[in-house]
């Protein structure tokens, strides 16, 4: 089984500050997701990342994919409470179908 | 409106009593899968599938059984249901065979056995 390991777990931060959230794995991935969940709803998908060294930007939001395809990060630019949520990535294995998800960052941003 | 629908939303049940969870989108989807997410283990793929009559197994598949005699519904299965198997499941599906496609995940169920 591939593992995504995902740090911090948590964090609680200011409305205004930056935060990056880690995604690693000792594995190599076809592509790699971010996803965003709040509440009582399903994932939503931020970016999917294909190339290695890829990064992509989304607004506040940039995401890099490693060099290797093992590890990405997601970096959020001026924090506001309506980033809160939890933040899972999501890799796709050498057996196409099959995904792994990390266990995911649960953000507070505080106004 | 393009949607994945699950039903129940919510599902209390005792020990051993079988019980269906069904799934379907409206997308035309070829690629569906199911998942259930506990505290701290965030989302553990249960089975999945390609297409019509394939189905292969995720990281966790003992205790689930699932079909996929139509392209838009999908059902999970659970025999004979456990405590262990309380937890809050997703159901998704994506447009492309090859997963780099975005998956729409349904709205869960979260499921308690007693």
């Known amino acids: 089984t591939q593992l995504l390991e995902q740090s911090p777990q948590f964090l609680s931060i200011q409305e205004g500050e930056n935060l990056t959230v880690y995604c690693n794995s000792s594995s190599v991935f076809s592509s790699l997701q971010w996803y965003r969940q709040e509440p009582g709803e399903g994932p939503v998908l931020l970016v999917t990342v294909v190339t290695g060294g890829e990064v992509k930007k989304l607004k506040r939001l940039t995401f890099q994919f490693g060099d290797a395809r093992k590890d990405s990060s997601l970096h959020i630019t001026a924090a506001q409470p309506g980033d809160t949520g939890l933040y899972l990535c999501?890799?796709?294995?050498?057996?196409?179908?099959?995904?792994?998800f990390g266990d995911g960052t649960t953000l507070t941003v505080k106004p | 409106e393009a949607q994945v629908t699950q039903n129940p939303r919510y599902l209390i049940t005792v020990t051993g009593k079988k019980l269906t969870v069904t799934c379907s989108q409206n997308?035309?989807?070829?690629?569906m899968s199911w998942y259930r997410q506990d505290p701290g283990l965030g989302l553990r793929q249960i089975y999945y599938?390609?297409?019509?009559?394939?189905?292969d197994k995720g990281d966790v598949p003992e205790g689930y059984k699932v079909s996929r005699k139509e392209k838009r519904n999908f059902p999970l299965i659970l025999e004979s249901p456990s405590p262990n198997q309380t937890s809050l499941y997703f159901c998704?599906?994506?447009?492309?065979?090859?997963?780099?496609?975005?998956?729409?995940f349904g709205p869960g169920t979260r499921l308690t056995v007693l």
């Open positions: 599938s390609m297409n019509v009559e394939v189905t």
């Open positions: 999501a890799g796709e294995s050498t057996n196409a179908g099959k995904s792994t």
């Open positions: 997308m035309n989807h070829e690629y």
């Open positions: 998704a599906s994506s447009l492309s065979n090859y997963w780099g496609g975005e998956q729409f």
